[in-house]
């Protein structure tokens, strides 16, 4: 496996958990990267992104203010923090590498996909 999610885990309500997506054989400096959720009998769905140089960010209505996309180019690692976790963020998450260097909600736009991680939120 070359793209890998990492940092999932179980929290309780109100916590903060910090997922890590990276690449060891393959560079996606130049690509913008995207984190996605996908939670039991639901489709999946986009969280956010952000662009190759790190300029541009976008996210989901449900976790503006509360996730924030960030990376660490010369590290080849993307990160998504996740504050203020709520029952209704439990998924598996996943970070996918966009064709282009800005992408947003579009899945079509995204043509690596890595294993997920999975996120449990305790009420």
């Known amino acids: 496996v070359q793209l890998q999610a990492s940092g999932g885990g179980l929290v309780q309500a109100g916590g903060s958990l910090r997922l890590s997506c990276a690449d060891s054989r393959r560079t996606f400096s130049n690509n913008a990267v995207g984190w996605f959720r996908q939670a039991p009998g639901k489709e999946r769905e986009f969280v956010g992104s952000?662009?190759?140089?790190?300029?541009?960010?976008s996210y989901a209505d449900s976790v503006k203010g509360r996730f924030t996309v960030s990376r660490d180019n010369a590290e080849n690692t993307v990160y998504l923090q996740m504050n203020g976790l709520k029952p209704e963020d439990t998924a598996v998450y996943y970070c996918a590498v966009a064709a282009r260097p800005y992408s947003g909600a579009d899945r079509d736009g995204y043509v690596r996909w890595g294993q997920g991680t999975q996120v449990t939120v305790s009420s």
């Open positions: 952000i662009s190759w140089r790190g300029d541009r960010t």
